[in-house]
């Protein structure tokens, strides 16, 4: 059975930095795409980063430039590292990972992914 369970999360300052972290167990995180979707108060939950064994990682617009996807293979372990944090960040963040690899087309679609984690909130204070 597949476990997702993000940390990480936390009230910061406009400007801040926080890393988030999704430990798996039952999954390695090396082998599929991964990736980090946030869901504010009131709206969809949306596609943050994603990552695949061998292409590029994908970033929102919103976030390029400030949020990097990452893992670690021997930790078997995913991150968010967010520079540059604004209040419009603030949301839960959720870990989601895929039963195999995706199109690098549909890797920021809520759909492409089959586990979840049951989120960690990060706020954003201006």
């Known amino acids: 059975q597949v476990q997702l369970v993000e940390s ?6 406009a400007g801040g930095s ?5 430990a798996p167990s ?3 995180v090396s082998s599929v795409s991964m990736a980090w979707f946030r869901q504010a108060s009131g ?15 994908q970033y929102a617009n919103s976030v390029k430039g400030r949020f990097t996807i990452s893992r670690d293979n021997t930790k078997n372990t995913l991150y968010l590292q967010m ?21 690098w087309w549909s890797r920021m679609y809520r759909s492409s992914y089959k586990y979840w984690g049951q989120g960690t909130q990060v706020t954003v204070s201006s």
């Open 8 to 13: 990480g999360g936390r009230l910061v300052q």
């Open 18 to 22: 926080l890393r988030l972290s999704c």
């Open 83 to 103: 520079n540059s944090l604004r209040p419009e960040d603030t949301a839960m963040y959720y870990c989601a990972a895929a039963e195999t690899r995706v199109a």
């Open 26 to 28: 039952g999954y390695t």
């Open 43 to 57: 709206k969809d939950r949306e596609g943050v980063a994603a990552i695949d064994r061998d292409d590029p990682s």
